[in-house]
């Protein structure tokens, strides 16, 4: 049974940065898609960033790039988000996700969150 845990999350003024760690448990960690995704109040799920655990290769959103670094964190099996330069834009509650199907990790179909099948419980991010 996998099992993602988000931590890290918290408090911060615009222009400060935070780290943000998702632990994975429960399968062999090698050759998928995980990926940082975040929804902010009355606003769709968006993603933010992920990587392809195989290859190493990452993705960004528009939103993220030059501000957001995401990286696996062998120590956890998972991952971790790096978030500098934040604003109040990126107020949301932060989920990881794991793709299996790590073909789909660098085309569009990365960046739908339905195709998604194990979440975390998110961790909320706020900017002031």
């Known amino acids: 049974h996998v099992q993602l845990v988000e931590s890290g999350g918290g408090s911060v003024q615009a222009g400060g940065s935070l780290r943000l760690s998702c632990a994975a448990s429960?399968?062999?960690?090698?050759?998928?898609?995980m990926a940082w995704f975040r929804q902010a109040p009355g606003k769709e799920r968006e993603g933010v960033a992920r990587?392809?655990?195989?290859?190493?290769?990452?993705y960004y959103a528009d939103s993220a790039k030059g501000r957001f670094t995401v990286t696996r964190d062998n120590d956890k099996n998972g991952l971790a988000l790096q978030m500098d330069s934040l604003a109040k834009e990126d107020t949301a509650v932060y989920y990881c996700?794991?793709?299996?199907?790590?073909?789909?990790?660098?085309?569009?179909?990365?960046?739908?969150?339905?195709?998604?099948?194990?979440w975390g419980q998110g961790t909320q991010v706020t900017v002031s």
């Open positions: 996700a794991l793709l299996r199907q790590f073909r789909f990790c660098g085309g569009v179909l990365g960046t739908i969150w339905t195709m998604y099948g194990v």
């Open positions: 990587i392809a655990t195989g290859s190493g290769n990452t």
């Open positions: 429960g399968y062999t960690y090698n050759r998928n898609c």
